[in-house]
């Protein structure tokens, strides 16, 4: 599914991907405009996952955290969508997560 970006979006920042098994660490609760994503830390970086990528304290898929840094305009291939953020790759290849709610379906 292809969808065009309705406003810059700024990521923050760069992340590796962790692999699934990797442990998690919540550190707060659950984000009230982004329901069923939580605050927490993983393998020493500060970031958010989504529940259901998470049991018992452990990744339960691989996870990369990083968030495209788009411009309105832009177009995007969505790839999977979790919890109102889109996973999706760019015109220049880069691969990252962005709120559905910035984006449309042209």
Known sequence: MQVKVL???NGEGQFPTF???TAVTLTGEEDTHFLHWFPCEIDGHATY???SFI???VLVRDYNPTELVQNAGDMLTVEEIVN???LATNETRQKG???AEICITP
């Open 19 to 21: 692999p699934k098994g």
């Open 7 to 9: 406003q810059q979006h």
């Open 55 to 57: 049991s018992g304290g």
């Open 49 to 51: 996952v989504p529940d």
């Open 97 to 99: 997560w962005i709120p």
């Open 84 to 86: 109102a953020w889109l």
